[in-house]
């Protein structure tokens, strides 16, 4: 069973950064995918970025591109998402999830499809002020 802890959630100021940590354990698979969504107060949960095995191909929601940057470390099996020139549209709950296994087709056209993920982390909150 594939377990995701995420931390690194806090409050910062209007054009600060944060670094957002998941680690994963329960696996063995070596194809896969791994994302972070987000969902604001009376809002839809939104894909943030992805990122899949091999070429470690990406993909980053439009509101974020040139912002935020999604990294792992496949050794230790932990995800990463660096946020920076945060904005206050910005706050909100924010969630490691993964797909696994994907084909070798899907981790060169990365997905941010809620419907993909089968495992979810509980959350960190991301508090962003003006």
């Known amino acids: 069973q594939v377990q995701l802890v995420e931390s690194g959630g806090g409050s910062v100021q209007a054009g600060g950064s944060l670094r957002l940590s998941c680690a994963a354990s329960?696996?063995?698979?070596?194809?896969?995918?791994m994302g972070w969504f987000r969902q604001a107060p009376g809002k839809e949960r939104e894909g943030v970025a992805t990122i899949c095995t091999g070429a470690g191909r990406t993909s980053y929601a439009d509101s974020v591109k040139g912002r935020f940057t999604i990294s792992q470390d496949n050794a230790k099996k932990t995800l990463y998402l660096q946020m920076n020139s945060l904005k206050p549209e910005d706050t909100a709950m924010y969630y490691c999830a993964a797909a696994t296994p994907v084909s070798s087709w899907y981790a060169r056209n990365p997905r941010l499809y809620e419907a993909d993920y089968k495992y979810w982390g509980q959350g960190t909150q991301v508090t962003v002020s003006s």
């Open positions: 329960g696996y063995t698979s070596s194809s896969y995918c």
